[in-house]
């Protein structure tokens, strides 16, 4: 197993190379809605593309939610494997609305061998989450 520190590197080199071998400028927190971000998650077990829901104001959050809802079968139509989670538990205890596209293959940010497989999942899923929400940036906003 690593020490802390040696954890920590391994984590800070995933997201740099990530940063390096696919250099964009990303959506993730510029959607100009408070609370509601596009995350990249990586741990030792899994990888996720996310788009979070943790306004202050649950029931914006709620609203928000059911605006991606109504929405939802044109997603899937883009992303086959969406997945909506009124109830996320975070890792930290705290529950938020989630919509995620899972990473199928074995991944975990410890192994190298699989990091090229999951910045092409990052790649091609947040792309077509981003331009989703570009497209319906003015249905998701009229709550």
Do not use: H
């Amino acid at each position: 197993m690593f020490s802390k520190a040696e954890a920590e590197q391994i984590r800070k080199e995933f997201w740099t190379s990530f940063g390096k071998s696919f250099p964009r400028k990303w959506l993730l927190y510029n959607t100009k809605i408070k609370g509601m971000a596009f995350k990249f998650v990586a741990d030792r077990k899994k990888a996720l593309v996310c788009l979070d829901l943790e306004n202050p104001d649950e029931l914006k959050n709620l609203l928000y939610y059911d605006q991606w809802l109504s929405l939802k079968s044109l997603l899937e139509q883009d992303l086959l494997n969406v997945i909506f989670d009124a109830d996320y538990l975070l890792e930290s205890g705290k529950t938020i609305q989630r919509i995620y596209i899972p990473f199928e293959k074995k991944f975990s940010i410890y192994n190298k061998n699989t990091w090229r497989d999951c910045y092409e999942f990052y790649v091609e899923n947040m792309s077509k989450l981003e331009l989703f929400f570009y497209e319906y940036e003015a249905v998701i906003k009229n709550i």
